[in-house]
C-alpha cells in the first residue's frame, strides 16, 4: 500500500479556500485516493476519491497531478465547521491505512 | 440507506478484564468491515478487517481477535485487557465491489485503569 504524506497543520482564513496537498510518490496505477476528516471525538468522515481525474461532490474537489504522485483537496470556502484533521488515503484492495493527517484550522 | 451501529459509546474496564465491542450495519449485504484503534492524538491503527463471514485478517499481533459471526455484525474482543488498550475504537464498512469508500461508526472510548 503506498505511502502517503501531508502536512501535520494548516490553517485558513473563513471564506477563503483551502487547498491541503498530498504526496504520494510510490502509488500504483491501481490505487486510488481517497481523502476522510475527523472532527473531535467522531469518526472519520469520507469527503471524496479519485483515480485519475479530478474530481468534484458537494464538499469538496480533488485535484491530481497528471503522475499521480501527489494530489490536493480544495474546499472552495472555508467555513469554521470545516476544521478538522484531513487525512490522504491511497487504497487497492480492502485495506485503508490511514497517516496523522492535517490538522485544519480555519480562522474566523 | 446504510447505517452503521457500534456500542458502547464509552467503556472504563480495569486491566485484565475482557472486552467485546459490537458493530453492526443495516442495509447493506456482504460489507467489508473493519476495526481500527485511535490512541491520543494519534492517527488510525488498522487492526482487523473481514470480507465475508468467519473471515479475519489481523494487520497487528495483540491481545485483541475479532469475529464475523453474521454477515453484517463485527465484534472485537480481548480476554484480558492491557493498560495500553486504551483508546478510541473505530468499526467501519465500505462496499464489497470496486472503490467503494469507508463509512465509520460513532466510535468507542475505552479507558483501562
Known sequence: ?108 | SQTIHQWPATLVQPVGSPLSLECTVEGTSNPNLYWYRQAAGRGLQLLFYSVGIGQISSEVPQNLSASRPQDRQFILSSKKLLLSDSGFYLCAWSGSGGPSPLHFGNGTRLTVT
Open chain 1, 1 to 108: 500500500d503506498a505511502k502517503t504524506t501531508q502536512p501535520n497543520s494548516m490553517e485558513s482564513n473563513e471564506e477563503e479556500p483551502v487547498h491541503l496537498p498530498c504526496n504520494h510518490s510510490t502509488i500504483s496505477g491501481t490505487d486510488y485516493i481517497h481523502w476522510y476528516r475527523q472532527l473531535p471525538s467522531q469518526g472519520p468522515e469520507y469527503v471524496i476519491h479519485g483515480l485519475t481525474s479530478n474530481v468534484n461532490n458537494r464538499m469538496a474537489s480533488l485535484a491530481i497531478a497528471e503522475d499521480r504522485k501527489s494530489s490536493t483537496l480544495i474546499l472552495h470556502r472555508a467555513t469554521l465547521r470545516d476544521a478538522a484533521v484531513y487525512y490522504c488515503i491511497s487504497n487497492t484492495g480492502n485495506q485503508f491505512y490511514f497517516g496523522t493527517g492535517t490538522s485544519l484550522t480555519v480562522i474566523p
